[in-house]
């Protein structure tokens, strides 16, 4: 561990303001909720445990009461066979009078033999009773305080995770550093076990996005993303508005193996977009921005949030929402969002560049420079390297086990993906160095396992299904159409509070997502949806995600612009996923 004040510099540590901001939100909500919130009716909150059922009473007294009846048949039988050995000699009259007494007196006694074992067996019974009422009364304490710890625990859990979501946006250390500490805080509180703290990061889904990180260390090592992006240049670059479809269909083909957004755009694509403004005189730097830099940047930007929401692969946050989705039951793999995501996402890449094209149209429409300057760079990077063939072969067979693996082979995508990362490593695509040496790869194991643990159990403690019910009761009396539809906008548009993509989902998916199931919604279209819905919202701002951080620093568009165009775009790309996407939902039966 390096020094926090080393010599040459000072305070290494966390961010004191930021810090202290977190800690006072999280330690409040901790201590204060179990006070000042009661628990819920049982109606709305059940916890994760319910009274065990009382053991069934024996039939000992069914058994008992069959006695008597096998007694009386021996008296009976007895009393047939006792007349039998009385002397003969003996008057009829006197043996009549005998036979009388003792019956009478026989019958005297089965009687009272009989309500002795009547009042008997009622006593047992209602011992029976008595114990019986005790244990389920017993029981019924014993299920109403575990209901009563779970809803304590849920609220300490629901602090902690808030705390570290605040800590995610504020960011007083990295994401990684601040989600470990809130993994050791559910632990060390005894929230959780510290099993159970460390569960998410044996999530299979996420360990795809891991390996979708050395995927695209390969496509940037071998130069191969970089190729395709000039290849798309020199073959749609003529017009600006083709250099920003020649974007699109690199984006297109990177987005299934570069699951980072930011290293997609600032890594690959950024570069691209710079080079070609400064070919053509567009800088920031003297007012000549509108001469095709802002546009390109804007295109670019959108696209590359469009190419997220498409792919499973596409963005580090989405293996979180398909494990979120999968705590309500609800599978997606690759292959079905894909399917979903085709249509309308491929609506989108060719309708928005078109708009912004419109509404924020360049000074130069005409480039035939850049289809020239593509043609020498291809020249200067020559003939592709053994690399990057082994590059397509490997990444193509992975894909084809995306698509069609798990059907036809019983290949899951994790395995596909763990496969070819084998493969590359065998060959020599990637060393082992190459694998350590991802920092972004384990900084999304560290963060993401930690926001699917948390959430998970928030689920399983019933917080979220609480939260489902009384928001679900609260909108009781309207379809589920309109209901999901208030709900997915106020999910996408809630974005403007959140500075990470991440740190919206984690706080809100979960929750939006039960709610809607909840109101009747279909749960694979609410889950797809409000999953589509965690990439498109990103365009509104200079700040929702890493990519406009780094697009907007370039300096090409001003804030107000770029504000404006986004809202413009959020409300398009809603139409067109929701109408468009909604038709085609329907052609795949998804409602």
């Avoid at 499973?312 to 894909?338: C, E, H, R, Y």
């Amino acid at each position: 561990m390096s020094n926090p004040v080393p010599q040459g510099g000072g305070w290494q540590g966390a961010k004191p303001m930021q810090l202290l901001v977190t800690l006072a939100v999280g330690c409040l909500l901790y201590f204060g909720l179990p006070k000042v919130t009661r628990i819920p009716d049982a109606k709305f909150f059940t916890g994760s445990v319910s009274a065990k059922g009382s053991a069934k009473p024996g039939d000992k007294g069914a058994k008992t009461d069959a006695k008597p009846a096998n007694t009386e048949a021996k008296v009976d039988a007895k009393a047939k066979a006792e007349p039998k050995a009385e002397s003969k000699t003996e008057p009829k009259a006197a043996k009549k009078l005998v036979l009388s007494a003792k019956e009478q007196l026989q019958k005297e006694a089965e009687e009272a033999a009989k309500a002795k074992l009547e009042v008997a067996a009622k006593l047992r019974t209602d011992v029976e009773a008595k114990v019986k009422a005790e244990a389920e009364a017993k029981a019924k304490i014993e299920a109403e305080k575990l209901r009563q710890a779970d809803w304590t625990r849920g609220l300490h859990l629901f602090a902690i995770f808030v705390a570290t979501i605040l800590g995610i946006i504020l960011r007083p250390l990295p994401m990684g550093a601040v989600a470990i500490i809130g993994v050791a805080l559910t632990a060390i509180t005894g929230t959780l076990t510290v099993t159970d703290s460390l569960s998410g990061f044996s999530e299979k889904t996420l360990w795809l996005i891991i390996v979708a990180f050395m995927f695209a260390r390969g496509f940037i090592k071998t130069g191969l993303g970089t190729r395709i992006a000039y290849f798309f240049m020199k073959l749609l670059g003529k017009r600006t508005l083709g250099l920003a479809y020649g974007l699109a269909a690199t984006e297109f083909v990177l987005g299934p193996v570069v699951p980072s957004n930011t290293a997609r755009t600032a890594g690959i694509m950024m570069p691209i977009v710079r080079s070609l403004a400064r070919a053509y005189g567009s800088n920031p730097e003297d007012g000549t921005s509108r001469k095709i830099g802002a546009y390109l940047t804007m295109a670019c930007f959108n696209i590359d949030i469009i190419i997220s929401a498409m792919f499973l692969t596409a963005m580090a946050a989405n293996p979180m929402t398909q494990k979120f989705a999968a705590d309500f039951g609800v599978t997606i793999t690759w292959n079905s969002w894909f399917v979903a995501a085709i249509v309308p996402g491929l609506v989108s890449l060719l309708f928005i560049p078109y708009l912004i094209y419109k509404l924020y149209k360049p000074e130069i429409t005409q480039t035939p420079e850049a289809v020239e300057m593509a043609t020498a760079k291809l020249k200067e990077m020559g003939k592709p390297s053994m690399a990057e063939w082994l590059m397509v072969a490997v990444f193509s067979g992975v894909l084809v086990l995306w698509v069609i693996g798990e059907k036809s082979f019983g290949i899951d995508g994790t395995t596909a993906a763990l496969l070819g990362l084998g493969l590359l490593l065998l060959t020599g695509v990637l060393a082992w160095k190459d694998v350590l040496e991802e920092h972004n790869a384990w900084d999304v194991l560290i963060w993401t396992g930690t926001l699917i643990m948390m959430a998970g159990f928030l689920n399983k403690l019933g917080m979220i299904p609480w939260f489902s019910k009384v928001m679900g009761a609260s909108m009781a009396g309207h379809g589920w159409k309109f209901g999901f539809l208030v709900l997915a906008l106020t999910y996408f548009y809630a974005h403007y509070f959140f500075a990470s993509m991440t740190a919206h989902a984690g706080a809100m998916y979960a929750a939006f997502l039960g709610v809607s199931i909840a109101l009747g919604a279909p749960a694979i279209l609410a889950a797809l949806v409000l999953c589509f819905f965690s990439n498109l919202h990103a365009s509104m701002t200079h700040y929702g995600t890493g990519p406009a951080a780094a697009m907007f620093g370039q300096g090409f568009v001003p804030i107000g612009t770029w504000w404006g165009l986004g809202l413009i775009v959020s409300v398009v790309n809603i139409l067109i996923w929701v109408l468009v996407g909604g038709a085609w939902w329907k052609v795949l039966g998804l409602w």
